[in-house]
């Protein structure tokens, strides 16, 4: 017998798609817009703000450093992440239970405080170079997800069949490369894209660290809004969610998001 959904149920869920949706088109429309200012429905089609932010060298400056700072801090925070995140759960008898509450300080503490800390103690003390200083700043927030995400796929992992490779000669850190870590790789890719975009979408640790001639593409939006209305930067805004479904496009074609649903 074929069910039916009820009506209520029905207009609940197209609210729901609307409400999530509804931002994101007016975006892409305001983008769109002819209009030297930022209106909704758009006035006439164009993609002239899109050409203008390229042609705008403070936007393709920020663009680049933004996801070269994304890029490098996700594969640091995994470097560490990964091995913190196998401890925690191989070793989580012997371990302390407060040293997993050590990887969230960084979600825990307000980002305006982590980033005021930073300039304080990283930027100004240890005078390093503001490239340098934001990577350690974006490493640090995204940390805490790499750990997280990962753990909560080691939690399902049988350590008893990295032991039985152990017992039958294969060195462990051999091991750990051919056995585990193919069997936590759907939790690795979802922290790289956590933590990717979580990086990349970042204003209040950067805030507190750019500096002359190294900003972040956020910050740069913020400088320009403060001086221009234009769609410029819902045209930016696009390219920040194209960036993001470029990701998840890429994972879905060499891996699989049903996989990573697993």
């Known amino acids: 017998m074929r069910s039916t959904v009820p009506l209520p149920l029905t207009l609940f869920a197209v609210l729901v798609y609307l409400f999530l949706m509804g931002p994101l088109v007016i975006v892409i429309g305001a983008a769109l817009s002819d209009t030297s200012y930022l209106t909704f429905p758009p006035q006439g089609l164009t993609l002239r703000w899109f050409e203008k932010i390229f042609e705008m060298a403070a936007f393709r400056r920020t663009i680049v450093t933004s996801i070269q700072i994304a890029f490098l801090a996700t594969a640091i925070a995994l470097v560490i992440g990964i091995p913190a995140a196998y401890a925690l759960n191989r070793f989580r008898i012997q371990l302390p239970g407060w040293l997993s509450t050590i990887f969230v300080l960084p979600v825990l503490v307000p980002e305006i405080v982590l980033g005021f800390a930073l300039l304080r103690s990283v930027a100004t ?138």
């Open 125 to 262: 003390s240890w005078e390093l170079p503001i490239f340098a200083t934001l990577l350690i700043g974006h490493t640090l927030i995204v940390l805490p997800y790499c750990v997280r995400v990962v753990s909560a796929s080691l939690a399902s992992f049988d350590f008893s069949v990295e032991e039985a490779a152990i017992s039958l000669g294969s060195p462990p850190l051999k091991t750990f490369f051919t056995v585990v870590l193919p069997n936590i790789k759907a939790g690795v890719i979802a922290a790289f894209i956590l933590a990717f975009i979580t990086s990349i979408n970042d204003v209040s640790v950067s805030l507190f660290l750019t500096g002359p001639g190294v900003s972040t593409l956020p910050i740069q939006i913020l400088a320009h809004v403060e001086q221009f209305f234009d769609p410029v930067i819902a045209s930016v805004s696009v390219l920040l969610m194209l960036l993001t479904v470029a990701v998840m496009a890429v994972v879905e074609r060499t891996l699989g998001l049903t996989f990573l649903a697993k």
